[in-house]
């Protein structure tokens, strides 16, 4: 890492964490395909608020792994 990005970071962990959190978004967004990004963010998005809503039905994620773990003959 170069000194101006490390400088950079340093300075970054020093901002509180909502400041961080738009900072680490907006980088994260950067390398990804903007369609591809905005996909994803629609599609999680979509899942979230059929979890808050109740129409999706949610397991323990160690029934999740267990049934996963069945199907894969684990």
Not at 25 to 49: G, H, K, T
């Amino acid at each position: 890492m170069s000194p101006t990005a490390e400088q950079i970071k340093q300075d970054a962990l020093g901002l509180p964490v909502d400041d961080r959190e738009a900072i680490a978004e907006a980088l994260f967004a950067s390398l990804l395909d903007a369609e591809i990004a905005e996909a994803w963010n629609e599609e999680a998005e979509r899942r979230y608020q059929e979890i808050r809503s109740g129409s999706a039905k949610t397991i323990p994620a160690a029934e999740a792994l267990a049934q996963l773990r069945e199907r894969l003959g684990l």
